[in-house]
């Protein structure tokens, strides 16, 4: 009988095409995934990759285990999310996933508030630049931004929630230095991987050819603290600072809508209910903040 681990293990090593890559995402030594593979080539009589200089490649018998190992993955998840949905207790573990700023700079507090009233959900907050894949039970729920609500996949549901919009900012100091004389201009300040967006503009300030680089929102925003410089922010980040205010003759610009996002039989269970109600009314009421309408007093 076939070990469903060997098949994870397979899977990881097709879907990565490096038997180093499957070892990082399944957490494991590089030797346990050979050996899983072998272990699983033995029982079927067959080899399953051939080694090349680019990586690992299926052969023709690894193509059709493919086929077979998605249809088990799917079935395996099914299975498990159903049994998962008939728990109605309020204990447990719940997993949320969630891009870093909106758990630091928005919703601690609020997941704070959940964990004092449900004292017996034990809450674990995964927040990092990859979202956790719900399909695979990586998570339970996810609140992601999403600009085109088509690329939603369709077996996930989802409660539709405010509008998310960004702006330009500056420090406070700085802009106050460039005022009234013309200054020497500011640099832009961007995370390397993403550059200056295209929708952004300087406004009424001006900026050098050569931006300053970060590899973090945090770091970003420390950037633009010190006065490096402008950037690009979430209008729930941008004018929540009061070191920080907006260029002027800038204008904002929408990112997406914020959804909440459960899959399958998991929404069905008592603790992932509660949670997602409770979201919901959370983030409706931060509407106006999100959509940039709330501006602190100068």
Known sequence: MIDWDDVRYFLAVARSGSVRAAAERLAVNHST????????????????????????????AGEEVLELANQMEVSSSQLETRVFGRDQSVRGLLRVTLAPPLATHLLMPDFADFARLHPDIEMEI????????????????AIRVVYDRKTLPLNLHGLKGPEVFGGVYISRDRLAA?????????????ISIHGIPEWASEGDVRTTGAPFRTTDAEAQIAAVRQ??????????IGDADPLLVRVPGTNLHMYGTLWILTQGETRKTKRVRLFTEFAV??????????????????
């Open 33 to 60: 995934v050979l050996r899983r593979i072998a272990q699983l080539e033995k029982h079927l009589g067959a080899q399953m990759f051939e080694k090349l200089p680019s990586g690992y490649r299926l052969t023709a």
């Open 126 to 141: 995964l927040s990092s630049g990859e979202l956790a894949n719900l399909t695979n039970r990586e998570a339970d729920v």
């Open 178 to 190: 460039l005022r009234p004389a013309p200054a020497d201009p500011v640099r832009w300040i961007v």
């Open 227 to 236: 006065g490096l410089g402008i950037t690009t922010l979430p209008c729930f």
């Open 281 to 298: 009314r959370r983030l409706s009421g931060y509407a106006p903040i999100l959509a940039g309408l709330f501006m602190p007093s100068d």
